[in-house]
């Protein structure tokens, strides 16, 4: 009978802790998928005019920091600078890693905490990414609806402007979008464009920004290397305006 026994309880435990790329993706069938994640980062990098107008990498991560989605803006895997596509990656992790339901911190508010004697110093070596993951080919696939990295968790800390938390209608923290493949400031800019487009933008008065409307904004704050806030983010080539980007709901 022990054989029997063992065979039953295999099924019992695949039934509840199901095997495979499938499972780990079973929190993604409730975020934007490849194809409106590609059409959000398009639309964004179109509209937003600071920084260096280049191409950019975007990543989508669920709530346990699995990677949903990857696309690029560009006619090719090669029209952005190929290390942006894990760089952004990180920033979604980062900003899922660090976001709460009732605060918001986007990878730009981390920048001043974690330098040396910040209340955060140390936080960009705490979750190393997995190299494994990241580099997983191959590579004709990256920024398609097959890109390796969907299903696996990529891990890392980023902590300059790009990764923003994404907040479904409840208020809820679902998970995370990172950006990356210009300025960090267009970066945030351009992230926080594709958030809005999402429509997972439901965040009003949950951040450190001091606008309410724009709660995980970045800010400008930095003088004689202090931040006044203590989450402050240096000002880029080409700055934009981050008091005109569009209120959260």
Known sequence: MKPLRTIGLAAVLAAIYPLGANAELASCRTLPDYAALKAALTSAVADEASGLDFQMWATIVDRDGI?????????????????????????????????????????????SAVQPGGSLYGLQASNPVDTAAAYRGPSRFFGTANDPLVGEKIGGVNVFGGGLALYDAYGKVVGAVGVSGDTSCADHMIGWRVRTALGLDFLAGKGVSGDAARPDNIIYDIAGGVSASGFGHPTCINTGDQTLLPAVQ
């Open 67 to 111: 990677v949903c989605a990857v696309a690029f803006s560009g006619s090719d895997r090669g029209s952005q600078w190929p290390g942006s596509r894990v760089i952004s990656a990180q920033k979604a992790n980062t900003a899922n890693s660090f976001s709460l339901n009732g605060l918001a911190l986007s990878t730009a508010n981390l920048y």
